[in-house]
């Protein structure tokens, strides 16, 4: 059975608006192409407006007004396609896209492949700060 999250899994990287440098996906250019082409959302891609993936103080930043947005509500009942937030250290700057209760799709600086992975066992049960819902998932998913 093929799912939308199996095309992504090992994908090598590709351009989006600047967002992948030096070959090396993060989870935030991952987040970006799925929405565009799974459910046709355009997110801001911040491009240029990070100097590098280890830089987690102006991810954070970056983090809180994204989810400031009044476009992102939080939720206790995650779906497919909210937006999984994770601690990294004192600071939230970790984003997994939900394939369903429980899995993410998500990429890290360890190996910069996405991944499909368990949330709520493991390293990252104890760091979910989250999830997050976009507006228009939610009247695309009501249409």
Same mark, same amino acid.
């Given at each position: 059975?093929?799912?939308?999250?199996?095309?992504?899994?090992?994908?090598?990287? !590709?351009?989006?608006?600047?967002?992948?440098?030096?070959?090396?996906?993060? !989870?935030?250019?991952?987040?970006?192409?799925?929405?565009? *082409?799974? =459910?046709?959302?355009? &997110?801001?891609?911040?491009?240029?407006? @990070?100097?590098?993936?280890?830089?987690?103080?102006?991810?954070?930043?970056?983090?809180?007004?994204?989810?400031?947005?009044?476009?992102?509500?939080?939720?206790?009942?995650? !779906?497919?396609?909210? &937006?999984?937030?994770?601690?990294?250290?004192? %600071?939230?700057?970790?984003?997994? =896209?939900?394939?369903?209760?429980?899995? %993410? &799709? /998500?990429?890290?600086?360890?190996?910069? *492949?996405?991944?499909?992975? *368990?949330?709520?066992?493991?390293?990252?049960? /104890?760091?979910?700060?989250? @999830?997050?819902?976009?507006? *228009?998932?939610?009247?695309?998913?009501?249409?």
């Amino acid at each position: 059975m093929s799912h939308w999250a199996n095309g992504y899994v090992t994908m090598r990287h !590709c351009e989006i608006d600047g967002l992948v440098k030096s070959g090396a996906w993060h !989870c935030w250019a991952l987040a970006v192409l799925v929405y565009r *082409q799974e =459910i046709g959302i355009v &997110l801001p891609s911040y491009a240029g407006r @990070f100097t590098s993936l280890e830089e987690q103080a102006e991810i954070a930043a970056l983090v809180d007004e994204e989810r400031n947005e009044a476009v992102w509500g939080r939720t206790d009942s995650p !779906c497919t396609f909210d &937006l999984a937030l994770f601690r990294q250290g004192r %600071m939230e700057t970790h984003i997994g =896209i939900v394939v369903k209760p429980g899995l %993410m &799709l /998500h990429v890290t600086l360890d190996d910069h *492949q996405p991944k499909l992975e *368990q949330y709520e066992t493991g390293r990252w049960r /104890h760091r979910l700060a989250g @999830f997050y819902r976009h507006a *228009q998932a939610v009247a695309r998913s009501a249409a």
